[in-house]
């Protein structure tokens, strides 16, 4: 097996679980060899605690990236720094793998889709761990099989995303526009939006109603109902909330062909119809059907959340070896980018917005929201 040399770059807490996860031997196919940080202090700590003594520190991220130490850098600072930080590594001869979100600003992240594109020799992913899911695996499966036919409504109620006050003060970038760039749809939600672009498609538009620090100190949403519209007339509800608990997880998918629902990441029901929706409606002489369906429930096997990030971790590793594309390419994660755009600019400005949107409407408004806090 093919052992690329993985850089870290940025020690704060989501990248503490990556290094647990190497130290522990659960990502195959790499090996952390360096470390970046502003923080010497945090470097020394993390080498001490999850590498070995040979693992170099680096307090300047470009001549880790030019040190020959590294194959792969994983950026895991903050939100607005993703993108240079990706673009720096390319430029370097480095693959990037990206915490999510990809960026803040979909303009900005299409510079890094340009680079990436000039440098075909090397791959770009970003860490949405969900599709590592078995759960969320076996949804695509059945999507891309047909099992559902057409896409009639997508509808994910997740509200079970419960943060505290004292979750939003535990940084000081949390929370503002400034520091975060976004709340719920940027951060907390967006692992959702983002497996909802990957089994339905990009939505052609959305109209967003946001609370703006709902019974929190904060700038961001923290409440969120969307509606989405796909071209081919298929329509989406995408409600989430970080205010409320114990909240609730359920994904609802609905084809010509029949139904799918997963709750709580795992339990499973689906409907199949003997006949697709359309002919039915167009042969049939009753007025309110039925139409005859079978019905499946089964419960995919439970996973903590480190097996899913040790999972996009070891697929972006394997996926450089075997030359072929990751779970979660960098163009995959500006789908669900450009709507989170677009609903800020809808719950801002009010309407349904395009997605995706004009270039930069979203920017422009962004710079008025960050000059405001």
């Not at 590498?51 to 020959?68: K, Q, V």
């Not at 895991?76 to 590594?89: E, F, G, I, K, Y």
């Not at 943060?163 to 692992?191: I, N, V």
């Not at 097996?307 to 075997?322: E, P």
Request: charged share 20%; glycine share 8%; aromatic share 8%.
């Amino acid at each position: 097996m093919t052992m690329l040399r993985v850089g870290i770059a940025g020690i704060g807490s989501i990248a503490q679980v990556y290094l647990g996860l190497f130290a522990a031997g659960k990502i195959p196919g790499g090996r952390v060899t360096a470390l970046s940080s502003r923080s010497p202090d945090h470097l020394t700590s993390a080498r001490d605690a999850f590498c070995t003594p040979d693992t170099a520190l680096f307090t300047d991220y470009e001549a880790m990236l030019h040190s020959g130490l590294i194959d792969v850098v994983m950026i895991c600072t903050s939100h607005n720094r993703h993108v240079p930080m990706a673009l720096q590594a390319l430029k370097a001869g480095v693959h990037p793998l990206i915490e999510k979100p990809l960026a803040v600003d979909a303009d900005e992240a299409r510079t890094l889709l340009d680079a990436c594109r000039a440098h075909p020799e090397l791959t770009a992913g970003v860490l949405y761990c969900r599709r590592a899911s078995t759960a969320y695996q076996q949804a695509k499966q059945l999507v891309e099989r047909g099992a559902l036919g057409q896409l009639k409504r997508a509808c994910w109620l997740i509200t079970n995303l419960y943060r505290t006050p004292a979750y939003h003060a535990s940084q000081p970038w949390r929370g503002s526009w400034k520091g975060e760039g976004g709340g719920l749809l940027l951060t907390q939600a967006s692992h959702q939006l983002d497996l909802l672009t990957w089994l339905c498609g990009m939505p052609s538009g959305v109209t967003a109603l946001c609370e703006f620090g709902a019974e929190r100190a904060i700038q961001v949403e923290n409440d969120v109902t969307l509606h989405l519209r796909w071209t081919d007339g298929a329509t989406g509800q995408f409600i989430a909330s970080s205010r409320e608990f114990p909240g609730t997880n359920r994904l609802e998918l609905s084809g010509s062909k029949g139904q799918l629902i997963l709750e709580n990441d795992r339990q499973f029901t689906l409907r199949r119809l003997s006949r697709d929706e359309r002919d039915f409606a167009q042969s049939t002489t009753g007025y309110f059907g039925p139409i005859p369906f079978t019905e499946e429930q089964w419960t995919a096997p439970e996973e903590p959340n480190e097996a899913q990030q040790a999972g996009i971790v070891a697929d972006f590793l394997a996926a450089i070896a075997q030359r072929r594309a990751p779970l979660c390419p960098a163009a995959d994660a500006l789908e669900s980018l450009l709507v989170t755009n677009a609903a800020y600019l809808s719950a801002w400005q009010g309407g349904t917005v395009p997605v995706p949107p004009s270039p930069g409407a979203y920017a422009a408004e962004l710079a008025k929201r960050t000059k405001e806090e």
